[in-house]
């Protein structure tokens, strides 16, 4: 089983995954190596994968073919869904056994098509499954906060090409989403109003980083931005819940992710990329706990991060948390702004 | 100029290393080609390289041949060192000027050898160049830190392959510095002793992550390591400034760092790594400042940490801050215990 570990000089969690048999010639060459002739995510391979979690389908039957968006257990989990946390601690260290969920979202038939080439109706499919899970996994109370995320190409870490995203619930709210959940709740207690609501005003009135708005979604190269062209997607209409999205919103936001990686790949050739969905904690974390493991629902605000993978991460940025950017914001934006996102390659 | 900026969502600052003439094909391969033919790190190429900033030499007159150590400006700096920080909000967020140094140490006259194939005597001479840049630098009142750190290998983010480290000063403290310097003050006002102190007496008791233990410098695999065989090399005796070292430490320090160093050769083939010294700040700003970007001498314990790259850092761990790490620490440290330093490959 894997464990959760804190590191009390960085005051971090991390997850070793690995309960021993790892030897250093596993970590010579790329570890993950996929046979593509015969791709698991792929219709009629369904008996590769574990049985589906959720499914969205057209015809057949389950864990056959005739499904649109396919939700299945990761075969090979960084955290196991069975058993007990076991909070320890050793000597000054904590350690807890390394429980969670991981699932694959497979989210097309198609192999070939990657999620900018989408229609929009099927992103919607995409995102009512990402909806989905985040409904069924926060029924769990061992759990602190459900990630979403997707890698785009294999210099963002993905290993199989099929278009897929990722689940990862887990028992600890990691680092960067505690930031912002108690940046906003500081925020919200000093001024009873949004953060990221009032960065959403400055954006529109300033109007150099916006590189596209549509009037349900804005989104923008964030002024501070760690990679270049890097961009952020927010609802303009507060919310701090992406679950609590109705279809219809989904539809603006399907659009709005769609047009966004088309002029990500129209202006960068079609780049590696990252995207992390930036949520609230499940609801059940958000009563009585201590300020910066929770958030109130007016006080955080929902929103995607799109990072392309371009620049390589050396030790400067990781051993110092600061990064370097070789692109002004406004410029990044502007080539996106101007981008046609109906260009194909 | 380039230019430091906030984001208020993240607590975070970034540099934007350019401000502007950048087009989005400069991102489409690897920016840096550098001519191997002619290296402006070997001996007779001293012209190609801005002057000398500090030297260690045998032999020969300024800029010229005959030096061991050599420490110039870089050609191409993140930050540059004249002008005023000139700081300011913009709306919500903030920026000031990207005023700081940046400098390469080049190692050795040798283009072939890395630095764990140095003689222990060349690497005291390396560690006497960080400890005069520290020394210098922090006369600068604008610099809140001052990093040392070294890539080898492309994979680990260098550019030159002839053997080098880089100094950079910095306006502002990072984050990962900040948090430990604030965590270590925290745990000597609660316990009246350093954290660091008591982590090397749990290790040194426990000994499953001790790697080399000479009575000078523990060397170690962290419990929380985010990366597979990561170590950390910290000084026995507390002390709160590596620029305070002597010289007869710092042979003591050569020989744990040479033999780490071995040891990852060893183990891992060569593999590209990181290492960043974890340093106090300069002195000004440890007096009357808030805890966090300061450290009182007793409180806080140098070490120096050094990652291999062996995998990539994908969505999740970008998107949380939270790493996975495939090996035991526990399995990591045995490996790299055992192996014998003086092999060569």
Redesign the interface.
């Given at each position: 089983m894997s464990e959760l570990?804190?590191?009390?000089?960085?005051?971090?969690?991390?997850?070793?995954?690995?309960?021993?048999g790892?030897?250093?010639r596993?970590?010579?060459v790329a570890?993950q190596q996929v046979d593509l002739s015969l791709c698991p995510f792929c219709p009629g391979q369904e008996a590769k994968t574990p049985g589906e979690l959720f499914v969205i389908r057209n015809a057949g039957s389950d864990n056959g073919p005739g499904w649109r968006v396919r939700v299945i257990p990761n075969k090979f989990p960084?955290l196991g869904i069975e058993g007990m946390l076991d909070k320890r601690s050793?000597?000054?260290?904590d350690a807890m056994n390394g429980i969670g969920a991981h699932e694959v979202i497979v989210e097309n038939p198609d192999h070939e098509r990657s999620m900018g080439e989408f229609e929009s109706a099927e992103i919607v499919d995409i995102l009512r499954a990402y909806r989905a899970r985040l409904l069924d996994l926060r029924r769990d109370v061992r759990f602190r906060y459900i990630?979403i995320?997707?890698?785009h190409g294999v210099?963002?870490?993905?290993g199989i090409p099929h278009s897929h995203s990722?689940v990862?619930a887990?028992p600890?709210t990691?680092?960067?989403?505690a930031?912002?959940l108690m940046?906003?709740r500081e925020?919200y207690e000093r001024k009873e109003r949004c953060?990221?609501c009032?960065?959403l005003l400055?954006e529109r009135a300033?109007g150099r980083h916006v590189i596209r708005d549509d009037g349900h979604f804005l989104v923008y190269a964030?002024?501070?931005?760690?990679f270049?062209?890097e961009m952020r997607i927010v609802p303009v209409r507060h919310g701090h819940d992406f679950a609590l999205m109705t279809d219809a919103e989904l539809l603006f936001l399907a659009e709005a992710l769609k047009d966004s990686l088309q002029r990500l790949s129209q202006?960068?050739?079609d780049?590696p990329y990252?995207?992390?969905l930036?949520n609230a904690p499940p609801m059940h974390q958000r009563l009585g706990k201590p300020a910066y493991w929770g958030s109130l629902p007016y006080d955080y605000h929902w929103h995607m991060?799109i990072?392309?993978r371009?620049?390589?991460?050396?030790?400067?940025e990781?051993?110092?948390?600061?990064?370097?950017?070789?692109?002004?914001?406004e410029?990044a934006a502007r080539?996106l702004r101007e981008a046609d996102p109906s260009f194909t390659l």
């Amino acid at each position: 089983m894997s464990e959760l570990r804190w590191d009390p000089l960085k005051r971090s969690w991390v997850i070793i995954t690995n309960g021993g048999g790892r030897r250093p010639r596993d970590f010579f060459v790329a570890r993950q190596q996929v046979d593509l002739s015969l791709c698991p995510f792929c219709p009629g391979q369904e008996a590769k994968t574990p049985g589906e979690l959720f499914v969205i389908r057209n015809a057949g039957s389950d864990n056959g073919p005739g499904w649109r968006v396919r939700v299945i257990p990761n075969k090979f989990p960084a955290l196991g869904i069975e058993g007990m946390l076991d909070k320890r601690s050793v000597g000054l260290y904590d350690a807890m056994n390394g429980i969670g969920a991981h699932e694959v979202i497979v989210e097309n038939p198609d192999h070939e098509r990657s999620m900018g080439e989408f229609e929009s109706a099927e992103i919607v499919d995409i995102l009512r499954a990402y909806r989905a899970r985040l409904l069924d996994l926060r029924r769990d109370v061992r759990f602190r906060y459900i990630l979403i995320f997707k890698n785009h190409g294999v210099e963002a870490g993905s290993g199989i090409p099929h278009s897929h995203s990722q689940v990862i619930a887990l028992p600890i709210t990691p680092p960067v989403a505690a930031t912002e959940l108690m940046v906003c709740r500081e925020y919200y207690e000093r001024k009873e109003r949004c953060l990221v609501c009032d960065l959403l005003l400055q954006e529109r009135a300033d109007g150099r980083h916006v590189i596209r708005d549509d009037g349900h979604f804005l989104v923008y190269a964030p002024f501070a931005s760690c990679f270049p062209f890097e961009m952020r997607i927010v609802p303009v209409r507060h919310g701090h819940d992406f679950a609590l999205m109705t279809d219809a919103e989904l539809l603006f936001l399907a659009e709005a992710l769609k047009d966004s990686l088309q002029r990500l790949s129209q202006v960068l050739h079609d780049p590696p990329y990252n995207f992390v969905l930036h949520n609230a904690p499940p609801m059940h974390q958000r009563l009585g706990k201590p300020a910066y493991w929770g958030s109130l629902p007016y006080d955080y605000h929902w929103h995607m991060e799109i990072v392309p993978r371009l620049t390589k991460i050396a030790g400067f940025e990781w051993g110092t948390g600061f990064y370097m950017n070789p692109i002004l914001p406004e410029e990044a934006a502007r080539y996106l702004r101007e981008a046609d996102p109906s260009f194909t390659l």
